[in-house]
């Protein structure tokens, strides 16, 4: 029997506010344990929240680009569990009034476009951070990330394999991103999210019972772990037994999901309406403001790209996944570099570097404005393809500028003819061998040729007239 896998994601955004959603306590990563806390986000009784309008505005702003609808009315509710990094014992979230609903992301799948629904995008507080190493028998709770204010999106379970899942959670990262909205830090907390899946035998209309694998940090680690996750259903069921509704947790070591707690029925929160709140009465005009001040999205600047430029699809959408990376290759070709020699010393050599330091563009050395000139010096002759390759390199490592790297170095492309021709003459002379046995059908020793000519002349002889000479002088 064929199965079929029904994923739906929930993803939680923390919102790049400077300080809580509820207090005016900072949100600034890694502090000393409970140095950012005050009497409202440690639950302290009496203490009344006040929303951060910011937060509301990131809210509005996402849900606009998601092309959500915004509710004019909306209201916070309280969230009753227990646990002990939840001082207050509920969380301030949304409920049945969210701030955003009927929304959708697009995606590319193997080469096509997937709409993929959200159901609504609400706000909400984060708990605090329950540490277990290092603490003996006891477990250590530090608050400084209570009160910091999420996002959590929630998709239609429109999402069909794990593969459709990690890009779906790109595409979202890099919309949050642009927004300005969330850091999108999956290693720091700031996006995570939880995988609810379930199977269901080809052409089945209903839903299989699924599983809630919670608190996945990276893109990786969501196929993965939903990969593990289908597999284990399917096996259950062809074993004759049954999936039940359960919570489960990613061991990233192990590669496997593990029962965290049993689900069999929905969990009751007792939500109701939180009293220390007041309703959220959304202006029209506030929204409207906020919708003309977007930038341009990924979706819209990969179109561009694609129409303005003429760059390849692939390039476009490796282009336009950062909005730092998309602004650098438009400054390149502001300053004069060809959109496609840009692009393909930026997605190659560029991003080979940055990649190897674990670093982002912004932290590097070399300038839009230098690659450009390195670029002109390809064009007008100056240095060839592989002389640009070790001029680049150093660009990279030292920030100098390419002119003066080839002029330091000595690097300028041998153009005249008679030079290279001298060159083609020398080691023709010294290669008997290898010439009779080009002569005899060995077409491939041309490559033979042209690399000792490249290195006697330290790679400086212009390809074209020097594979025109050797072949001229071997006919």
Not at 83 to 92: R, V
Not at 204 to 212: I, L
Request: glycine letters at 8%.
């Amino acid at each position: 029997m064929t199965y079929e896998a029904v994923i739906g994601l929930e993803v939680h955004a923390q919102m790049l506010t400077d300080t809580k959603i509820f207090c005016g306590c900072s949100t600034r990563f890694g502090r000393e344990p409970n140095s950012q806390t005050c009497q409202i986000c440690i639950g302290m009784p009496g203490v009344l929240p006040v929303l951060n309008r910011k937060a509301l505005e990131f809210a509005v702003r996402t849900g606009l680009a998601t092309h959500c609808t915004i509710s004019p009315y909306s209201r916070f509710a309280r969230k009753n569990y227990f646990y002990p990094d939840l001082p207050k014992g509920y969380q301030i979230s949304q409920y049945e009034l969210p701030i955003c609903e009927h929304g959708h992301v697009d995606i590319m799948v193997e080469g096509e476009s997937k709409r993929i629904g959200i159901t609504r995008i609400h706000m909400e507080e984060d708990a605090g951070k329950n540490i277990h190493e290092g603490a003996g028998a006891y477990s250590l709770v530090d608050l400084n990330r209570a009160g910091v204010p999420l996002m959590e999106i929630v998709s239609e379970p429109d999402i069909r394999s794990p593969q459709e899942a990690a890009e779906y959670m790109k595409r979202l990262r890099a919309l949050l991103r642009y927004l300005g909205v969330c850091d999108g830090n999956m290693e720091q907390g700031s996006l995570r999210c939880d995988a609810n899946v379930s199977v269901r035998p080809g052409g089945q209309k209903e839903f299989g019972t699924r599983a809630e694998i919670k608190n996945i940090n990276s893109f990786r680690f969501v196929e993965k772990a939903i990969e593990y996750e289908i597999r284990r259903q399917i096996r259950v069921l062809e074993e004759g037994g049954s999936v039940v509704q359960e919570t489960r947790l990613w061991d990233s070591s192990r590669g496997v999901t593990e029962s965290m707690r049993s689900k069999e029925e929905a969990h009751d929160y007792r939500y109701f309406p939180e009293p220390d709140l007041v309703p959220i009465v959304v202006d029209p005009a506030w929204v409207e403001g906020i919708r003309a001040s977007l930038p341009e999205l990924p979706d819209a600047k990969q179109a561009r790209f694609l129409s303005k430029y003429g760059l390849s699809v692939d390039d476009a959408s490796q282009l336009t996944e950062e909005k730092a990376v998309a602004e650098w290759f438009e400054e390149v070709v502001r300053q004069g570099g060809r959109p496609k020699a840009a692009a393909n010393w930026m997605m190659g050599e560029l991003m080979r570097y940055l990649n190897e330091e674990n670093k982002a563009i912004g932290e590097c050395l070399i300038q839009p404005k230098q690659v450009a000139e390195m670029l002109k010096l390809m064009d007008n002759g100056t240095i060839s393809g592989k002389i640009a390759k070790t001029v680049f390199e150093e660009m990279y490592r030292t920030g100098k500028d390419a002119p003066a790297i080839v002029k330091e170095k000595g690097l300028v492309q041998i153009t005249d003819e008679s030079a290279i021709e001298q060159a083609v003459d020398d080691i023709i002379a010294k290669s008997p061998k290898e010439v009779e046995r080009y002569k005899a059908g060995e077409e491939k020793l041309l490559g033979f040729f042209v690399g000792q000519v490249m290195k006697a002349t330290r790679g400086k002889a212009n390809p074209q007239i020097l594979n025109e000479l050797v072949k001229k002088k071997l006919s």
